[in-house]
Structures are given as C-alpha cells and as structure tokens.
C-alpha cells in the first residue's frame, strides 16, 4: 500500500467519521437529558436528504404529511390538557405551531415548484419540514414514558425507528436518491485528488461541534440542558420542566441528523432505510464516550470512520465483523476504566 | 414467581394440535420457537438486569451446526443438538467472558457488536452456504417417527417451551435464583452476601444463549433451510422487543410477548390490506405505532395486566419447618475480630481515609461517628472489600483481607447493611433475608432446575423466616420489600445480614428513619448479639442511640481518627465538641 | 398467446361453473429487497382477474426480505387459502427456503429469484417449483463473451455482500476462468453503504481493465461513481440487477459506457421487429407505464408478469384434469407447467422440460448500454 492510498483511506474515514461524530453528540445529548437511547437518530439523516431530494425533482416530499399528522395528534394531546385546566389563551399558539404552520407548508408546496429554487433555500425548507418531527415525536411517543427505565425506553425508541422506517419507504420508495454537490471544486493533496464536498463535510461538522460548545457554554437553554442532563431532579426543582429539556434536545438531535443527511446527500446515495446503520456507528462512538463525553464520543466516531475505511480495502467481505470486533476491546477498555462503586439503577 | 396450572397447560397444549387448523398450529410452532429465546432473555435481562441484543447470534449457532453436521455430514439431529449447545456453550463462555465485565451500556452495545459480526460470518463463510444458505436440511427421527409435519414438530417445540419454563421457574425460585435476582441491584450487595457476581452472570448468559440454540436447533429441522437474515440483528431486537412487550420481568411475560408480536404480524398481514388498500406497506408502520401504545400503556409489558386482572391467587404463606441450619463456632470472648492498621483510602487527589486505626473484639459494640463526609462509609467500604483501601492492613480473625473481594471476606464472617438500602423493592422480605443465606447453601443450577435442592431451600427460608421474625417484621415477611418504610428496610437488611451467620456485623446507620420505640427494639436487638458474642462496628448519627449502646467510640473528622474511647470520656473530648459544634468559644 | 386464451376460455365454458381459482403470492415489498419487490407487487395488480373463464384471487403477503417470513408465508397460502399455486419469493434464499414447503403441500411454485440452485439439480422437491427470471450463469455468460471480444483480459468484482453479489460472483468467477480472464479482485459491499472507497483503491491498485459490479437497484451507482470518481478509465460493466430507471436517475452521466446484460424488456422498443419477445414484452411495458407512469417499468416486475403468463398459458390445460381447489388440479398444474412451450414473454421465450423448469435460450438476454442516459439496446 502506497502512501495516496493510506491518505485516501484516511480522508474517506475522516468524512465519513465526521458525520458519525456528529450523531454520536446528538445521541450524547438526548441520553444524558432523557436517558432515551435514540435509535431513529439515523432516520431523520434520511429524511434530511430524501425530503431534499424530493424537493428537487418537484414532488412533494411525504415528510409533510408526517409534520402534519404528527402536529393534529400533538395539538389534539396538549389542546386537550389546556381545555381541562382551562387554559384558553394557550390554545391558538399551540393550533398556529403545530397545524397551522405545516398546513401554510404543505400549501406552499403546491404553490410554488421547488426546484426552481436556490439550493439554499431549499435546504432550509427541507430543515423545516424535518426538525419539528424531532420534538413532535418526544411530545407523542416519550413524554408520556419519562419516569420508565431505560430498557422501555429503548424498546419504545425501536418501535419509533420501526415505524420511521416503514413511513419512508411509503414516503420514498426503495430506490435511493442523491442530491447535487453543494460545490463542484476538487484539490489535490499529495497527490490525490480531494473533493470539495469532502471538505465542507468535515468543516461544516467541524463547524457545527464548535457551535454546540458555545450553545452549552454561553446560551441560557444550552446551560438548561446542561444542568438537566447533570442532575434531572435538581434542573426541575431550578424551575428547568423535563418536558421542555426533552422537548428541547430532540429538536437539537433532529437538526443535526437532518443537516447531516443534508450534508452527505451529495457524495453518497441515500435510501429510506440508510440512517440505522449510520446512527448505528454514531451510537458506537456515543458510547465510546461514555454516553456522556461530547470530545470523546466525537473521537470515538472518527476512530469508527477509520476502521470502516482500512477494513473495506483490506477485506471488504469481512468489512462489519472487522470493525465490530475490533469495538470490543475498546468497549471493555472504556468500561473498566469507568469502573467505579455503582450506584444501582432501577 | 407465577406459577399457572402447568399439567392444564400441557393438556391443552396437548390436544390442540386435533382441534385447531393447520395454520395455527404453524403459528404456535413459531411462537414457541420465539418463546425459548425470549425466556432466556428474561432470565438474562429481567431477572440479571443485562441487556442482550445479541440472543440471535446463538439462535443462529445452533441453527447452522445442525444444518452443517446433518447436510454435509449426514450426522443424527440428536447428535448435533449436543454438539450445538457444547459450541455455544463455548463460544457464549467466551463472549461473556469479554463483554459481561462491561457495565452500563457498554454491554448492550457490546451484544450487539458480536450480533453483527457473527451475523457477517455466517454469510462469509463459504462452507456454510454463504449469504444464499443451506438447503435440505434433514427432519428429526425419534424412534423411526419422522417429525416432518408441522403438527409432528409442534409437541417437540412445546415439549421444550414448558420444560424451558418450568426450569427457569424453579431455578429462581432457589438459592441461585436469589443470588441472580440479586445482580439487577447492581453487584455491590450481592457480593457482600458472598455471591459470586461474574460466576453468577455467565450462569445467567450461558443458560439464555443455550435456550436459544436449542430454538436455533428446533428452528433448522422445522424450517429445514437455514440462511443468515434470520440471525441477524433485528432478529436480536425482536426478541428483546418480545420479552420487553410480554413482561420481562415474568417467564410467562415471554411466551405472552412472543405469541403477541407473531399474531400481531399476522393480523395486520390479513386486515390492513383490507382496510388500507394492497399498494402500500403499511405493516411496519402500523406495528411500530402499535408497540408505543402497548408500551405507554403497560410499561411493565402485559403480563402485570393480566395478572391484576386475574383474581389474587392464594399463594403459600408460610414457611415450612426445618432444620437449624449449622453455626459457625463463637469466636473466643473478647479476642480481636478486626483489626484496622494505617488505612488510607484515596480518590484522585482526594484522600478519603488517612491512616487510620481502630479494633473491633467479640462481644463489643463499637460506633464510628463523626460528622458528614467525615469518611465512615468510605471505611466501611475498604473494610468489607467494596472498595479496597489504597493503603494499610486490615485484619480480619487474625487473616489479612484488605486485597480480597467481598464475597470472600463475607464467606470468613463479616456481614453488612448498606446507608443507602439495597434491597430487591419487587421481591417479598422473606426472599430478601434469604438471600443473607446465600453461603450457608451449596445447591447449584441444576439441582434447582430439577426440584433437588428442596431440602436445603427449606432449611435456608426457615432460616431467614428466624431472623426476620427475630429483629420484629415478622407480619411482613411475605411483603414486597419496597413496600416497607425506609426505616423498617433497614431493619430488614438487618436480618439479611444475619442471615448469613456473622461473628462481626457491620451496620451503616441502622437507626435512621426509624421511630423511637423501633430503636429502643433495635437497641435492645444489638445488645443481645453483642452479649451472644457477635462483634459490632456501627455508624450512626443519632448521638443517644450510639452513646446508650456503644462500648467503645471512635470519632472521625476529614478522614481522620480524632478520639478514641469510652462513650463518656468521648463526649467529653474538645476536639469532638469542636468537630461537632464548630468549636467552644 | 390470444388463441390459446380464447381456445381456454371454449374449454372453460363447456365445462361450466367451477370453483375459482387461488394465486398465492409472497414477495420481498419491505426490507434490503424492496427495490426488486415493490415492481413485483404492481405487477401482480395488472394480471389477469380471469383466467379460462375462471375467477382468478390473487393474495399477496410481504416477506419483509426474511427467509423465516417467506416461509410462514408460504405455508399460510397453502393451508388457509388453500392455494393453487404460490408465485414467489423475491430474492434467492426466501426461494430456496419455500421449495419444502411446497413439495410437501404438493403445489406449483414459480419463483421470481435468480439463483439456478432453486430448479436445480432437478429432484423429488424441485419438480413442483419453477422459475421466470434467467440463471446468473446464463446473463454471466454474456457478459463473458463481451469481455473477450472486447480484449479484455484482467477483470475485477466487486459486489452486494448478500445472496445477489454472492450468486453472481460464484456463476461469473466459474465461467471467466473457463474463457481465460484473470479475475484481479472480489470485493464487496452493503447495499446501503455510504461509501466504497476502500473497495474501489484496492480495485484500482490492481489495474483490471474492467470491472463488474454486482449489485441490484441505485446502491450499484455507488461503486460506479466512485471509480469515475478516483479517474478510472476502462470499461464497467453492471449486472441485470440495475435495470431501472431510478438507477440512471441517481448514477446520471457517470454510468455512460456501461455494459450489462439484461432481459429483453429492457430495452422492447429498440428490439428489431422480428424478435419474438418484442410483442409481448411490449405488452408488459405498455400495461405497467400506463399503470404507473412513464418509464416507471423495471425488468424485476417483469418477471412476475412472466410468472402470470406461465401461469394463464398453464390453467386450461390443468382445468381438463380437475377443480381447482383440489389436489389433482394442483398436480396437473405442475404438469401443464412444466410442459410449456414456445411461450413468448417479458424477458424471453419458455419452453421448460422435466428438467429444465426455467426453459429460457439465448432469445431471453440481450446486451445494452447506457448512451446518453438511456438504455440502448447492444445486440
């Protein structure tokens, strides 16, 4: 093996790591505020990209009647609570956000062909179709769950991811989709030729890490959730609702994973069904981490990106047992080295 | 544990297969396939507390020895049924041996590495057909009967379903049973009770991944073609989706999951097109939804519904009679049981214990106080091998413990009771006592299983049943112990700990949250051990508690000893009154 | 084909009312074979609710892509509905899998999945099953002639690491040997991978002067891309896998240049008039496109179509032996199958035999390219 291809190896793992590091903090975040092990983290990968790609062969995307859908039974759940406690002020913001505002989107929709627009713009209505879902489906599947142990959560989250899944394909269909490079410039470097749309993935999560630092560091809901995930009894006796911190970090996690889908769209093809391995491997370098060490668990992705890389030129067929074995060393490592008097979970 | 009519069951079981139609037979046949594996999950995961992912790996090990060693070497089914499980059982060993020491979520995703990469090597392997699979696979003979139609397959399954069932009943309803129940408290407690925490764990996991290559097993010569898709890791959450849905804290709560999620599947195969149209594929949404409803609704999955539908069973409410279980000899009046020398115990930076000294003889009672973060429980925690000491000696009888775990100190004599209570809150009190007795018994799994042990479980609850009715909870003994109030939960790890027949009993604020004429009882309890010849070296705040028992005082500050003495002389200390009350002025 | 129907339809009436006639159908609608399932559902929508006069239930159940599925499935169909024949399943090892079940339930099965091992060797099992789609080895052999014609003497693989990617590189490896070509590499790939670099620089280090890319659906753009990508120079060849529109779709102008081997329908309009399956393939194309839009027609799709054919062109005969419902009009069924001949369809023409339950020739593959972003028939 030569040195372009030991760097062209690296390059590959590093992009793709990038994008895993970017899940493995959204996983990371969702854990620590609501102990809910995020499986369908892939999905809205997904959804990001194929709601963008449908966007640009002008069809409208199915992800709009999911927003609507899940917005009548969000509306229809907490309408319902504030008619009991009679609270009739909060009822028209809450019809406006989560009716009103997918209705005047799928209007929009038919009104306007969408391909006709600026790439820009359509990623932004892709992002606004997809990261209400985030919160809409704390609001309906996990909100009513909050006080359950982990195991319940989990299994509630792959029933979501369940669900997710079979709504693409209808959504969809089984083909997969690519969307064009956001640039069409190419470097070199030592040799090997070097995608711009390489590039921009890796600075653009790059860029994304750095702005999660700062939300957590200096911005007032960025230190609720901090302070949720620290200690959830404590955020809540600091006047910190759980409902909102979820409600809050879900909405995080669906960005994230949209704008990543976004973001790889052009140098991969996307299916309906792509996300669970992709959060998959995210969840790998989330746990890494310690489900709780953003630097870490960004590491760790990139270490996974690495192995996938190397074992894929090595023996592609033994591709997944490579890397997975290889995982579990590392995984024993990081929980011996975590080892300390437990305090028991029930 | 539930316990149904069984021999109903199995005569129900029995005559279904004249009754009921063709398809529905195939059905059962499936579910009790599901149901083998899902029951080794709830041992493994609802009873143990780890999460597996990774059970249709083993499904699928079983799967591909016997359609390997029948196809290309026309082996008996019955032969390779044994060479399976030994494979497994290999194979399992090893795994566990890894991933079983990683707590947390470490483990889950661990099962699932392994999930994925066996599931990879299966269809890699060229001598096991590949990804396209092995065809052919031959059906099971006994004696010249050929079990070729699903009915014929059908008593085979269930045969093994209601064993499976009835010996994982029995098994924790026993000695290892406790001790496995035991772990989902964390392992803390159950080695201080002298289990042996990793053993128990690949008890747990070699038991869940032989019942699941047993179903790999039955699953070959049924199907008679085996390929990877079925082991692969979806499979491993379905059957963890199965057991979650059922009650995974019940081993009925498997088969009730299993039977649930398979005719689920079938119903919506047969109505949605009806109702939805044949163009869409709206199965998988429909059940993905269906899961979260059943799940908001019964977070403890279904079983716990129908039990409380169910009117209250008469259950046995007492406890036989037996034997006194065997003592061990006093130790000598007055001799020294403990002997702390020199131990530092440190965090990082941050020195818990320094250097500190003290002695504990038979027939004493002596109290550690000091005020909060003074560094007792941390003491407590070197002493009885938690948490081992950074530096120091420890003696115990005479024989050095401090680098031993707990369990082993625990088997020498020493027992204890925990400042943050761990009991088992679902189990009833009497099963929680008895679990002090884990040491005391030597039966193993299969004695359990098979019924075997009864005469030494008789003798184990007789005498936790003693010791309960000893420190006073007597009319709870067959309460949940979470039901209890804290103050009388601490009691009962009281009785846990003596349970297990100590010379030395180490308390960790027994007295908190209890009332006055409930201390004044224990008081009077502590007395008595002391004058039987136990030792006792307590922590407590309540300062008449420990000034009206203690014999001797030994006070704390910053991790250090600061006094040492009779109750009076310690009272009257400067440096305690300073530590206490922030200094005299 | 019109004759034959109308002669049924004589036959049927002659012999009055009889009981109706039940296809079970199992396919691959969900999970990784979606792709080549989803067309195979519409099909089955657009046969034939008659046939020889006789009502005609169709009952379509989705394997999720899952041999333990497949096989519930099929036994479901057997034993509930009480069917006539099962068409199915989608990929090769749910085929493989049913071929007990059916043999046992003594009914005709037509598999829609590639593998030969499912109709060979020809045994006691396999007589009652049938399959429309052309043996790997067949399309294989193709492509092999067009290598060598073309002086190319080292070629890489790289394919699915699944059954599909597994079954071509088993046929192709065998036949490529035979003809003298040097196989450099065999690699694989997921189909929802999100990348193959490595593959691909392994590939290209060892300087093939074609590679073959086994894979089915959009995921095979993904290696493609990737060696256009990396500047790889020699030619690419693709499997009959990739044959639909949503793949040029997503491969766009890096799949210009390739080769594969395909079904005739394919490529229906560009057949010369005298070809015998142009007419019905066109029929196919006509009756889907005008079902689901223009160029929505794949050649996975095609196959259930032809399933449908053998069966209508099968059923009079079987009608004279007995009612369907029974066991004899499934055992005549078999046998009327397995007597076709000269039946023109979708992607060739049958005509099976007691050993040859495939029955397609040289007529039922053809050769194309991608010129101009449209399929463009070879020879």
Redesign the interface.
Known sequence: ?DLQ?LL??GQ?GI??GA?YALLALALVLVFTVTRVIFIPQGEFVAYGALTLASLQTDKVPGTVWLLLGLGIIVALLDGAKLLRERRYAKLPPLLIANIGVPLIAAAGLFAMPPAQLPLALQVLIAMLLVVPLGPMIYRVAFQPLAGASVLVLLIVSVAVHVALI?LG?LFF??????TPAFTELSFELAGA?L?GQTILVVVASALLIIGLYFFFERTLYGKALRATAMNRTGARLMGIPPALAGKLCFTLAAAIGAFSGIL?AP???I?Y??G???GLKGFVGAIIGGLASYPLAALGAILVGLL???????A??F??VIVFTLIIPVLLWRSLSARHVEEEEE | MCRLPLPALAALLAVAPLLL???TI??LN?IGLYAIVAVGLVLLTGVAGLTSFGQAAFVGIGAYTTAWLTTTWGWSPWLTLLVGLALTAMIAFFLGFITLRMGGHYLPLGTIAWGISLY?LF??LEFLG????I?GVPPVTLFGWEL???RDFYYLIWLVVLLAIAAISNLLDSRVGRSLRALKGGTVMAEAMGVNTPHAKIVAFLIAALLASVSGWL?AHL???V?P??FALTQGIEYLFMAVVGGIGHVWGAVLGAGLITLLK?WL?DWL?QLLG??G?F??IVFGIAMVLILQRARDGLWPVILKQLPARHEKRQVATAEILPKRPLAAANSVLLEVHEVSKNFGGLVANNRLSLRVAAGEVMALIGPNGAGKSTLFNCISGVAPATDGEIRFIGERIERMPSRDIARRGMSRTFQHVRLLGQMSVLENVAIGAHLRGTQGVLPAALRLDRAEERGLLAEAARQIERVGLGEHMFDAAGSLALGKQRIVEIARALCSDPCLLLLDEPAAGLRYREKQDLAELLGKLRNEGMGILLVEHDMDFVMGLADRVVVMEFGEKIAEGVPESVQRDPRVLEAYLGGVD | MKKTLLAALLTAMAAGAQAEINVGVTLS??G?A??L??PE??TI?LMPKMIAGQKVNYI???D?????TA??NT??LI??HKVDVVIGSTT??NS??M??VVA?GETPMISMAA?A?IVEPMDEKRKWVFKTPQNDAQMSTALVEHMTSNNIKTVAY?GF???Y???WWNEFAKIAQARKLTLVAN?????????????I??IL?AKPDAVLIGGA???A??PQKSLK???YKGVIYQTHGVA?N??L??CGKDCEGTVLPSGPVLVVAQLPADNPVKKSAQEYVSKYEAAHGKGSVSTFGAHAWDAGLLLANAVPGALKKGQPGTREFRAALRESLEQTKNLSAAHGVFNMSAQDHLGFDQRARVLVTVKQGAWTFIK
């Open positions: 093996m291809i062209l190896l590959d992009t793709n994008i079979g394909l269909g089984a083909e997969g989709s690519r030729p995608q790889i140098i991969t093809t299916y069904d792509s669970f391995l992709i996938e890389s190397y074992a894929s030129f090595y592609s067929a591709k997944e | 139609p063709e398809f195939t059905l499936y990879f269809g890699n590949g990804h396209t699979g065809s070729k139609s699903g699953y199907q008679r073609f390929n898709t079925p079938q195969q097109p044949q163009s594929n199965e998988m | 609608a969900t990784p979606a792709s399932g989803i559902k519409n929508d379509v159940l989705d999720a892509s899952d041999t333990t096989v519930k036994k479901k034993s509930e090769s090892p493989l899998a071929i007990d046992e593998a091992r790289i690491s699944d059954a990617g597994e079954g690699e694989r790939f997921n189909r929802a991978d999100t990348t193959v670099t490595g593959q620089l392994k280090s659906g959009t995921p753009a993904l990508e990396k500047g639909n949503d793949f779709r997503v």
